[in-house]
């Protein structure tokens, strides 16, 4: 009976984190700018917009556009890459 009830609750957590990132995945082309937290990766899918258009100065601006956070700008390339290429990609 033990072994039952924690077989059970392994299922249903990797069954809970399945839909969970299945959910997630589903937000992912209208989900780029929905919460307000998310503004603050425009700069960075503005400056990777540029780059891939191979516009090296137009990737240059939103670094010095970022009101002294030109660091912000490039920590946040990497989700917002991840965001743009699963975008691309659904």
């Known amino acids: 009976?033990?072994?039952?009830?924690?077989?059970?609750?392994?299922?249903l957590l990797w069954g809970l984190i399945f839909f969970v990132n299945l959910y997630k995945l589903l937000l992912?082309?209208?989900g780029f700018l929905?919460?307000?937290d998310e503004r603050r990766y425009l700069m960075s899918w503005s400056a990777l917009k540029h780059l891939l258009?191979?516009?090296?100065q137009g990737t240059?601006?939103?670094f010095f556009s970022a009101q002294a956070r030109p660091g912000s700008v490039l920590l946040h390339t990497l989700p917002a890459s991840l965001q743009f290429f699963?975008?691309?990609?659904?």
């Open 34 to 36: 929905t919460f307000p």
């Open 60 to 62: 240059v601006i939103p």
């Open 1 to 11: 009976m033990f072994k039952f009830k924690e077989k059970f609750s392994i299922y």
């Open 28 to 30: 992912i082309n209208r």
């Open 86 to 90: 699963s975008a691309k990609i659904c």
């Open 53 to 56: 258009q191979a516009d090296f």
